[in-house]
């Protein structure tokens, strides 16, 4: 039996952990990113930030698996879809254009509590899509065109966390076992 890859090797080091998860974030949002303007859609959005973090800087926990990843995100998208229509304005100008309405608030605040009520009924948290939520329910990004290309974002950037894991660590994609990065050594 083979020890652990030479990557997984560097991620005990602190400093090694930290450059993996730099680097592999740049890398994933920068093509995604590159999606997004070859196609003009937003292929990049805040919520994108926190999952590749997890993905990179803690495979082994369980909000990094790619289930949660997939079924938080389009848990928050229906959430924020049917809040912003039934509870927000649902047409008007988005949150940072117009401010803060009540409308705003009873959308923003209720897609976040049915997005994680769900998770957590589910058991597959994923903190990220309570982000997801709010960029939909607040108005944001509401167009049908915005929303496939936000799905595909996050199918596409978590097919990648999770195959860069895979090839770079071995086994589904997290550290072998007794090589935790949380507790990394200096």
Same mark, same amino acid.
């Given at each position: 039996?083979s020890?652990?890859r030479?990557?997984?090797?560097? !991620? !005990? !080091?602190?400093?090694?952990?930290a450059?993996?998860?730099?680097v592999?974030c740049?890398?994933?949002l920068?093509?995604?990113?590159a999606?997004?303007?070859a196609? !003009?859609?937003?292929?990049?959005?805040?919520s994108?930030g926190? *999952?590749?973090m997890l993905f990179?800087?803690?495979p082994?926990q369980?909000?990094s698996?790619?289930v949660?990843?997939l #079924?938080g995100?389009g848990?928050?998208?229906l959430? $924020?879809?049917?809040?912003?229509h039934?509870?927000?304005?649902?047409g008007g100008?988005?949150v940072p254009e117009?401010?803060?309405?009540?409308?705003?608030?009873?959308a923003?605040? #209720? /897609?976040v509590? =049915?997005?994680t009520l =769900?998770l /957590?009924l589910?058991?597959?948290?994923h903190?990220?899509a $309570?982000? +997801?939520?709010?960029?939909v /329910?607040l108005?944001i990004?509401t167009q049908?065109?915005q929303?496939?290309a936000?799905?595909?974002?996050? =199918?596409?950037? +978590?097919a990648? $966390?999770?195959?860069?894991?895979?090839v770079l660590?071995?086994r589904?994609g997290?550290?072998?076992?007794? /090589?935790? *990065?949380?507790?990394a050594?200096p």
């Amino acid at each position: 039996m083979s020890g652990p890859r030479p990557i997984a090797r560097l !991620r !005990r !080091r602190r400093t090694g952990a930290a450059v993996y998860a730099a680097v592999l974030c740049l890398v994933v949002l920068a093509l995604s990113a590159a999606i997004g303007l070859a196609l !003009r859609q937003p292929w990049l959005f805040p919520s994108l930030g926190p *999952t590749i973090m997890l993905f990179f800087e803690s495979p082994e926990q369980p909000a990094s698996r790619p289930v949660n990843a997939l #079924v938080g995100h389009g848990v928050g998208l229906l959430a $924020g879809v049917a809040c912003f229509h039934l509870l927000g304005p649902g047409g008007g100008a988005s949150v940072p254009e117009a401010g803060i309405t009540v409308p705003y608030l009873l959308a923003g605040a #209720v /897609s976040v509590a =049915v997005t994680t009520l =769900v998770l /957590s009924l589910l058991q597959l948290p994923h903190p990220p899509a $309570g982000a +997801t939520t709010l960029i939909v /329910s607040l108005g944001i990004l509401t167009q049908p065109a915005q929303l496939a290309a936000m799905a595909c974002a996050v =199918v596409a950037v +978590t097919a990648a $966390g999770w195959g860069l894991n895979a090839v770079l660590l071995g086994r589904d994609g997290v550290d072998p076992p007794g /090589s935790r *990065t949380t507790a990394a050594r200096p």
